[in-house]
């Protein structure tokens, strides 16, 4: 199984402000994904982070507010860009590694926004 | 993928066996029954997977119907640290698919 790894691990931002959410695999992974869970809520899918290409984004989710980076196989970030009140919330990261189909996840980013 | 339908809660005894009913009626013949566990201000963790075969492993065992239209968890004896909120998700094997969550079942263990 992949091993991930998130930092900050938990963060309180001020309005207006933006946010970078780092992921590391420990080993070469296929496909990476951010998701949301809002509070008392279930995960939501933001977008698959796609290595060397634009993430693809889900219905509700748009670029500009949640750009994200894959520069390598192992490596992938998620901005919060602009945050408001209700950006507050969960955000993981998940891989699915070269040998599996099983997707795992990090422990998340607890964000909160004033 | 298919919709499924859990639980919102279920209490179960601790060193009981703690059963996880999972209803998916609208499954297609390629896609496959997960379940994830999600303990508290943890990021979900991958139980066991199955297509139509039972499944077992360390963690649990996965008795799915024969129509495949539910499934069963069967967590063999709980204990106090598998109090979790418990996911079933129908998805097309594949690494590039992605995994959508309901509601899931929130499972509370009790001394």
């Known amino acids: 199984s992949a091993v991930i790894s998130q930092k900050p691990s938990r963060d309180i931002c001020q309005r207006g402000t933006s946010l970078t959410i780092q992921c590391q695999v420990d080993s070469q992974v296929t496909m990476m994904f951010w998701y949301r869970q809002q509070p008392g809520q279930s995960l939501t899918l933001i977008a698959t982070a796609n290595q060397g290409s634009e993430a693809t984004y889900e219905s509700g989710f748009v670029i500009d507010k949640f750009p994200i980076s894959r520069p390598n196989l192992t490596f992938s970030t998620l901005t919060v860009s602009n945050m408001s009140p209700e950006d507050s919330s969960i955000y993981l990261c998940?891989?699915?590694?070269?040998?599996?189909?099983?997707?795992?996840f990090g422990p998340g980013t607890r964000l909160t926004v004033l | 993928d298919a919709k499924t339908t859990q639980p919102p809660s279920m209490d179960c005894a601790e060193g009981r066996a703690a059963n996880l009913p999972c209803n998916h009626s609208t499954i297609s013949g390629n896609e496959y029954v997960y379940w994830y566990r999600q303990i508290h201000s943890q990021g979900p963790q991958y139980i066991i997977h199955g297509l139509k075969n039972n499944e077992t492993n360390e963690m649990a065992s996965l008795i799915i119907t024969e129509d495949r239209k539910s499934s069963t968890l069967i967590l063999p004896h709980a204990t106090l640290r598998d109090t979790a909120v418990y996911y079933c998700i129908v998805r097309v094997f594949g690494a590039g698919n992605k995994l959508t969550f309901g509601g899931g079942t929130r499972v509370l263990v009790k001394p």
């Open positions: 998940s891989a699915t590694g070269q040998s599996t189909d099983t997707q795992y």
